[in-house]
T-cell receptor, first 113, second 114 residues
Framework: DSGVTQTPKHLITATGQRVTLRCSPR?????VYWYQQSLDQGLQFLIQ???????AKGNILERFSAQQFPDLHSELNLSSLELGDSALYFC????????????FGPGTRLTVT | QQQVKQSPQSLIVQKGGISIINCAYE??????FPWYQQFPGKGPALLIA?????SEKKEGRFTISFNKSAKQFSLHIMDSQPGDSATYFC?????????????FGKGTKLSVIP
């Protein structure tokens, strides 16, 4: 158990809908990273928040957004969902010192029908 | 542009054998190279990592070999066990850039047969 929690574990929704994925980092970690894992693209970095502020953006679609709250939990919002958004979404947390070792949560499996 | 290339895509090894997974990177600014292990239905778990100032790092049965001039690094699993059957990802990041975002290889599915 990495200490990172994600909810929900599974999510099934229809095209055009909006969903929110939640992540709680390990105790003491200030950074939250979001990654998308799909069969064709592999694991791809989406976005990072550090202590409430956006720090880095990767291959994140404009339909996707995230935020980190004062208690350091983070939410990833996916809107106008398309079939191609079906994937596993992971968050990872890190202290962001030295090498910034990242510890991943169990993921949320999103299925868009 | 795939910045971290991983091979092979899949690997079958006999119990007790050595599993070898290779990665090559393009961006010379990368300075932290972790390996993650992922079991079905689970998140990736940090296995072992190396920085380019050393050529080898060993932790138990797992060894990373690093060749800075060739921009390559590899994971060796000694005495492979059926419990090692999982997907392995190499990754790279730039640690001085303010973000430690990881760039991953495509993964290697390892099957260790008894």
């Amino acid at each position: 158990d990495s200490g990172v929690t994600q909810t929900p574990k599974h999510l099934i929704t229809a095209t055009g809908q909006r969903v929110t994925l939640r992540c709680s980092p390990r105790s003491g970690d200030l950074s939250v990273y979001w990654y998308q894992q799909s069969l064709d693209q592999g694991l791809q970095f989406l976005i990072q928040y550090y202590n409430g502020e956006e720090r880095a953006k990767g291959n994140i679609l404009e339909r996707f957004s995230a935020q980190q709250f004062p208690d350091l939990h983070s939410e990833l919002n996916l809107s106008s969902l398309e079939l191609g958004d079906s994937a596993l979404y992971f968050c990872a947390s890190s202290v962001d010192l030295g090498t910034g070792e990242q510890y991943f949560g169990p993921g949320t499996r999103l299925t868009v029908t | 542009q795939q910045q971290v290339k991983q091979s092979p895509q899949s690997l079958i090894v006999q119990k007790g054998g050595i599993s070898i997974i290779n990665c090559a990177y393009e961006n010379t600014a990368f300075d932290y190279f972790p390996w993650y292990q992922q079991f079905p239905g689970k998140g990736p778990a940090l296995l072992i990592a190396i920085r380019p100032d050393v050529s080898e790092k060993k932790e138990g049965r797992f060894t990373i070999s690093f060749n800075k001039s060739a921009k390559q690094f590899s994971l060796h699993i000694m005495d492979s066990q059926p419990g090692d059957s999982a997907t392995y990802f190499c990754a790279a990041s730039i640690t001085g850039a303010g973000s430690y975002q990881l760039t991953f290889g495509k993964g290697t599915k390892l099957s260790v047969i008894p």
